[in-house]
């Protein structure tokens, strides 16, 4: 099965990026390297590549958008050692969130922005680690704070196969659903400390955070849908998006402000290999849509 991928958006950083992520952890390796020429950014390369199995896509296409920790991913580890070894390395050149150390819900964790500005939660999670041990991670914030759990049961409505929200998830699925409590402020009795939920088999995480917090979801972290058929790309077109000014290229934002790319799954043939002249005809079809249309890129790759 295909599995929904996060995409990251660098200014000129990727490759590098995408290799140094690859070393930090086991089973691990940069898949392709692809630049894309003439695009409103310019000459774009673009990189896929796996951190413990989970597919990851970068992109440097300039210093449009900036990582924020509104979108953060979890490290779970089997041991504190490995904690402290991946937190050494992402903390060099970075800045802490939060220390690294023993808290209520684990015995060694810390929250950090590496030096490209992405943040992790590099957490020993014991025999849980074994699960899946790349998490994504997403904070309500701002406007939209207070909304996790309403957003969890929304997007597990949208994804077909995936439990029917936080409440289900916790209650059947062994998923984690913790709320704040009294005198918690200024985060607000019943608001969420902390989901755990399931899309198309994947794990993700999702909190409210009343404090004071200058940023919110943007493009630099956005979501990629791989879809078989056209009528899977109008599915989630239609469910997820929002912002009629945020559609383009297959880009969309949700009703969270949350951006996903509805992606078919034949891009990566037909922006793979070498043929410069092909790679150009499906790059200039794909920059004047919104929503993906598969035939007029087919049609664009066989040079008709």
Known sequence: MQKITPHLWFNKEAKEAAEFYASLVSNSTIKNMTTLHNTPSGDCDVVSFELCGHPFMAISAGPLFKFNPSVSFHVKCQTKAEVDAIWERLSQRGRILMPLGAYPFSERYGWVEDKYGLSWQVISAGENA???????????????????????????????????????????????????????????????????????????????????????????????????????????????????????????????????????????????????????????????????????????????
């Open 130 to 304: 074994r699960r899946q041990r790349i998490v994504p991670v997403l904070m309500f914030v701002g406007k939209v704070c207070g909304k996790t759990e309403e957003a969890v049961n929304f997007y597990t409505s949208v994804f077909k196969n995936s439990p029917s929200g936080a409440k289900t998830a916790a209650a059947t699925k062994g998923d984690i659903l913790a709320r704040y409590g009294k005198d918690e402020e200024p985060d607000n009795e019943g608001t969420v400390r902390y989901a755990s939920f399931t899309l198309l088999g994947q794990e993700f995480g999702a909190m409210d955070s009343a404090r004071e917090h200058r940023f919110a979801f943007n493009e630099a972290i956005s979501f990629m849908v791989p879809c078989d058929t056209q009528e899977e790309i109008d599915y989630f077109w239609g469910k997820l998006s929002a912002d009629p000014r945020a559609q383009q290229c297959g880009w969309l934002k949700d009703k969270y402000g949350l951006s996903w790319q509805i992606t078919p799954t034949i891009m990566n043939e037909m922006l793979g290999g070498r043929d410069r002249e092909r790679i150009a005809r499906v790059t200039e079809a794909f920059l004047k849509m919104k929503k993906f249309d598969i035939d007029t890129l087919k049609r664009a790759y066989e040079g008709k």
